[in-house]
């Protein structure tokens, strides 16, 4: 079984900083494609990022400039650091990945992490 852990979120003024981690643990083959979407009250799940396994990175317009995503293949984990925090990044952060899972290629298949809250107050 595979499961993503999202860990760093919570709390932060207008103009903060947050760092979001997100660890995948299991029977792992290979890791694709692994991103952050997010949730806010009475939205849709919007993409924040994506980065290939080449490193190769995308962003949402409303995110550019201000919020970087990494990944340590080595430990499985994908970041995303978010700099000039506003309240209107408001919302439930969740990581995703597209893994191969067990021990020979086969099928890759979406997993998502269960969700974490950032607040930005103003």
């Known amino acids: 079984q595979v499961q993503l852990v999202e860990s760093g979120g919570g709390l932060v003024q207008a103009g903060g900083s947050l760092r979001l981690s997100c660890a995948a643990s299991?029977?792992?083959?290979?890791?694709?494609?692994m991103g952050w979407y997010r949730q806010a009250p009475g939205k849709q799940r919007e993409l924040v990022a994506h980065?290939?396994?080449?490193?190769?990175?995308n962003y949402a317009e409303t995110v550019k400039g201000r919020f970087t995503i990494s990944r340590d293949n080595a430990k499985n984990t994908v970041y995303l650091q978010m700099n000039s925090l506003k309240p209107d990044d408001t919302a439930v952060y969740y990581c995703?990945?597209?893994?191969?899972?067990?021990?020979?290629?086969?099928?890759?298949?979406?997993?998502w992490g269960q969700g974490t809250q950032v607040t930005v107050s103003s």
């Open positions: 980065v290939s396994s080449g490193g190769g990175a």
């Open positions: 995703t990945a597209l893994i191969v899972v067990g021990w020979n290629s086969g099928p890759r298949r979406d997993y």
């Open positions: 299991g029977t792992i083959f290979s890791i694709n494609a």
